[in-house]
């Protein structure tokens, strides 16, 4: 079985910077392609970064890129989504997900149960 734990988010003023955590915990967690999504209340749940297993290939959404960067630690079994330049509109619960690469969130076979994050203006 595959768990996955989110942590790290919280309140963050505009222009601040959140890193967030996934800890996978299963022994093979290091063959595992990860991904990052976020959602608001109402709406679909929104893809933000993936990182294939050994980090060496990454994939990032328009509206987080060159402010986001995902990676990753093996010997740690961590996936990290360090968020920079933090904007109101970041305000989401973000998720980590396993097993999948790519934007789709039908891709991912587990999911962590999420951390709020909130910036203020």
């Known amino acids: 079985q595959v768990q996955l734990v989110e942590s790290g988010g919280g309140l963050a003023q505009a222009g601040g910077s959140l890193r967030l955590s996934c800890v996978v915990s299963t022994r093979t967690s290091s063959t595992y392609s990860m991904g990052w999504f976020r959602q608001t209340p109402g709406q679909e749940r929104v893809f933000l970064a993936c990182?294939?297993?050994?980090?060496?290939?990454?994939l990032y959404a328009d509206s987080v890129k060159g402010r986001f960067t995902i990676s990753r630690d093996n010997a740690k079994n961590t996936v990290y989504l360090q968020m920079n330049s933090l904007k109101p509109e970041d305000t989401a619960v973000y998720f980590c997900a396993a097993g999948g690469y790519g934007s789709s969130r039908y891709e991912y076979n587990y999911w962590g149960q999420g951390t709020q994050v909130t910036v203020s203006s």
């Open positions: 990182i294939n297993w050994n980090g060496g290939n990454t």
